[in-house]
């Protein structure tokens, strides 16, 4: 099956840096994939997407890249800002659907002011 | 619209209980999924549904069932809890964009 490695664990930046996640995945089947926002306690949100057949998506501050022939994927958070700060999941899925995900681990990101 | 709703938010289970947990979408989507959440981890495919009457299994299926009788709903069955379930269950839908997921429904075990 498929296997999704992310790292960091933990990130913390100032506010106004940049932040990357980065991740990699073993089934070069799949091809889509999101990226989920979880603030403590509450559901995972998806903040961006991303399928096979492109290379890199924007929307405002956040930006996603893909490169399928090394298998990894990152997302790049321009201007941090303390609102920022939560735990951001990577995952990958073979469904155009968007449904049946394999998450990485989690990447804790703190903004400090 | 609600969403993905999902009953109880709490519930606390002795080992060898068995409940349903509940959830709801009203978005009309093909595709329904159970999670579960581990502290610190990523969130792991139990089962999942591709359309009313159709389910299969994810990465952890055992010790759970369901069913999918109509779009709207696809409840989870614990059939005798164990301490191994403590965790937080996610129910998600999706139609050709990704997870919505509901508020989860944190269980624990004793």
């Known amino acids: 099956g498929e296997n999704v490695e992310q790292h960091p664990s933990t990130l913390s930046v100032q506010e106004g840096d940049s932040a990357v996640i980065k991740c990699t995945y073993s089934d070069s089947a799949s091809n889509y994939f999101p990226w989920y926002k979880q603030e403590l306690g509450k559901r995972p949100q998806l903040i961006i997407d991303i399928r096979s057949n492109v290379g890199e998506k924007k929307d405002q501050r956040i930006a996603v890249t893909l490169n399928k022939t090394a298998k990894h994927f990152s997302l790049h958070i321009t201007e941090t800002q303390p609102e920022d700060s939560a735990v951001y999941f990577c995952?990958?899925?073979?469904?155009?659907?968007?449904?049946?995900?394999?998450f990485g681990g989690g990447t804790r990101l703190m903004v400090k002011p | 619209n609600a969403g993905v709703t999902q009953t109880p938010k709490f519930q606390v289970l002795k080992t060898g209980q068995s409940m349903t947990l509940q959830c709801a979408q009203d978005m009309n989507h093909e595709y329904m999924s159970w999670y579960r959440q581990d502290p610190g981890m990523g969130l792991r495919l139990i089962h999942y549904s591709v359309g009313a009457g159709i389910t299969d299994q994810g990465e952890v299926p055992n010790g759970y069932n369901v069913s999918r009788s109509t779009t709207e709903d696809f409840p989870l069955r614990l059939l005798s809890a164990a301490p191994s379930q403590t965790s937080v269950y996610f129910c998600?839908?999706?139609?050709?964009?990704?997870?919505?997921f509901g508020p989860g429904t944190r269980l624990t075990v004793t």
């Open positions: 998600a839908s999706s139609s050709t964009g990704g997870e919505y």
């Open positions: 995952a990958a899925s073979r469904n155009n659907a968007g449904n049946m995900l394999t």
